[in-house]
């Protein structure tokens, strides 16, 4: 079993659309947890990142993670276009940075 | 704010010959980490800096692959002899303290073995 579990799509959504990505993890030791985007030949982008449970927004973006159920998601509003990207969660602990698949994401106009 | 440098950015090399990436981690930044993406999936750990002395290396296959990060700062990724499975992208990211919380990435070095 892997430590980190992401769909890896693709998800196709037309613009203006809610977006919900989500992953699950194993290791209860996990202590922060972070979203990535990266465009394709590109980096990934850190987006945002959580330490306890529930909800964080910054714009668009909320991040919410349930460590009872082991849990992440990352919700986007008004989906845009430039949106389309595969979105990485990531999990730490000690600093140690574990990724999930990534999901694929395309938003149409 | 200059981010992480990577050089270079595209390698082709024939199975069994060696290869070498090089990062610039963003100034200041303590831990810095190289990755393996391949195609479709995602990165995969390799190796963890703290400083100049190694923090996780669990994953690198050390039959091959070999790291170093001198006088804390500048890091390069060998492989020797590379296989066609070592075909990826090459990530390094670093990030300010230990907790991995805000890494910064590279653009990736894209490596294939032909």
């Known amino acids: 079993q892997k430590e980190v579990e992401q769909d890896p799509g693709p998800l196709s959504v037309p613009e203006g659309a809610i977006v919900s990505l989500n992953c699950t993890y194993s290791n209860s030791a996990f202590q922060y947890f972070m979203w990535y985007r990266q465009y394709s030949r590109k980096g990934p982008e850190l987006l945002m990142y959580?330490?306890?449970?529930g909800n964080k927004e910054d714009g668009r973006f909320t991040a919410q993670v349930d460590k009872s159920s082991k849990y992440i998601s990352l919700f986007i509003r008004d989906s845009q276009p430039s949106d389309s990207a595969t979105y990485l969660c990531a999990m730490s602990q000690g600093g140690k940075l574990i990724f999930g698949q990534g999901t694929e994401l395309s938003v149409k106009p | 704010e200059a981010g992480v440098a990577q050089s270079p950015r595209y390698k082709i090399i024939e199975k069994r010959q060696s290869v070498a990436f090089w990062c610039n981690p963003i100034s200041g930044h303590a831990t810095l980490y190289w990755y393996q993406q391949i195609l479709g999936q995602g990165p995969k750990l390799l190796i963890q800096?703290?400083?100049?002395?190694?923090?996780?290396d669990s994953q690198l296959p050390k039959d091959r692959f070999s790291a170093e990060r001198l006088k804390g700062v500048d890091s390069t990724l060998k492989i020797q002899p590379a296989k066609l499975e070592d075909s990826a992208v090459y990530l390094c990211?670093?990030?300010?303290?230990?907790?991995?919380?805000?890494?910064?990435f590279g653009q990736g070095t894209r490596l294939t073995v032909v």
């Open positions: 800096f703290q400083n100049n002395g190694v923090v996780d």
């Open positions: 959580t330490y306890s449970s």
């Open positions: 990211a670093s990030s300010l303290d230990w907790s991995g919380t805000e890494a910064f």
